[in-house]
């Protein structure tokens, strides 16, 4: 069975300009979790939802933004992008995103904000 | 919020040593602690996690013993080998319901031959 998959693998934008990450997560896993690496740090927490509703936010501006479909895929937009953005993405995956699961990452998008 | 913290952040032994890495953590209703490795280029990969209801658990070269009333727990990895070597990251749930993570920043393990 294929794991946590993540489209693109790697993204070269500019400052300001928007960009949107695609996660596929594991077959019969509902709950989608979002997490920012900058590297030499820990994942950081972004959004988690769970058959399409949000269930957590972590403290991020407002340029993030996220969604789930029908089919329990989701993006991650970022809007108006800073240099600060730049950072691996990590989609996670899990049955039904209840506390004590666990949680199943993705390669992630290698963002890089010039 | 949840805070964690883990040492060392770099951690050098010879191939066949034992290696430990200690975390600590800040909010007493966490109740589930896992451990991922990363290697260059790819995500976290999950190794093995233990729940508040139990002290140690072992899977063949690797253990992680918790301590709830210290709030401290520890990955113990024995016969180390050059694949050993990676990043390793401890979590802590951070949420009274969902499945939130809150990561220490890392320990970056090289196993030498």
């Known amino acids: 069975d294929a794991g946590v998959t993540q489209s693109p693998t790697h993204l070269i934008k500019t400052r300001g300009q928007h960009v949107t990450l695609r996660c596929s997560p594991i077959?019969?896993?509902?709950?989608v979790s979002w997490y920012q690496q900058v590297l030499g740090q820990g994942p950081q927490f972004i959004f988690q939802y769970y058959e399409k509703e949000e269930r957590g936010r972590g403290n991020f501006p407002d340029r993030f933004s996220a969604r789930q479909f029908p089919n329990y895929s989701s993006e991650l937009n970022v809007n108006a992008l800073l240099l600060g953005d730049s950072a691996l993405y990590l989609c996670?995956?899990?049955?039904?995103?209840?506390?004590?699961?666990?949680?199943?990452f993705g390669s992630g998008t290698q963002l890089s904000v010039l | 919020g949840e805070n964690v913290e883990q040492h060392p952040s770099t951690l050098s032994v010879q191939e066949g040593d034992s290696a430990v890495i200690k975390c600590t953590y800040s909010?007493?209703?966490?109740?589930?602690f896992p451990w991922y490795k990363q290697e260059l280029g790819k995500g976290p990969q999950l190794i093995i996690d233990?729940?508040?209801?139990?002290g140690e658990k072992k899977d063949q070269r690797i253990a992680v013993t918790l301590n709830k009333t210290a709030k401290h727990f520890s990955l113990h990895i024995t016969e180390t080998q050059p694949e050993d070597s990676a990043v390793y990251f401890c979590a802590a749930t951070s949420n009274p319901r969902y499945s939130t993570l809150t990561f220490g920043k890392g320990t970056m393990l090289l196993v030498s031959p």
């Open positions: 077959s019969g896993h509902k709950s």
């Open positions: 996670a995956s899990s049955l039904e995103g209840q506390k004590g699961e666990k949680l199943f």
């Open positions: 909010d007493s209703a966490s109740n589930y």
């Open positions: 233990i729940r508040s209801n139990v």
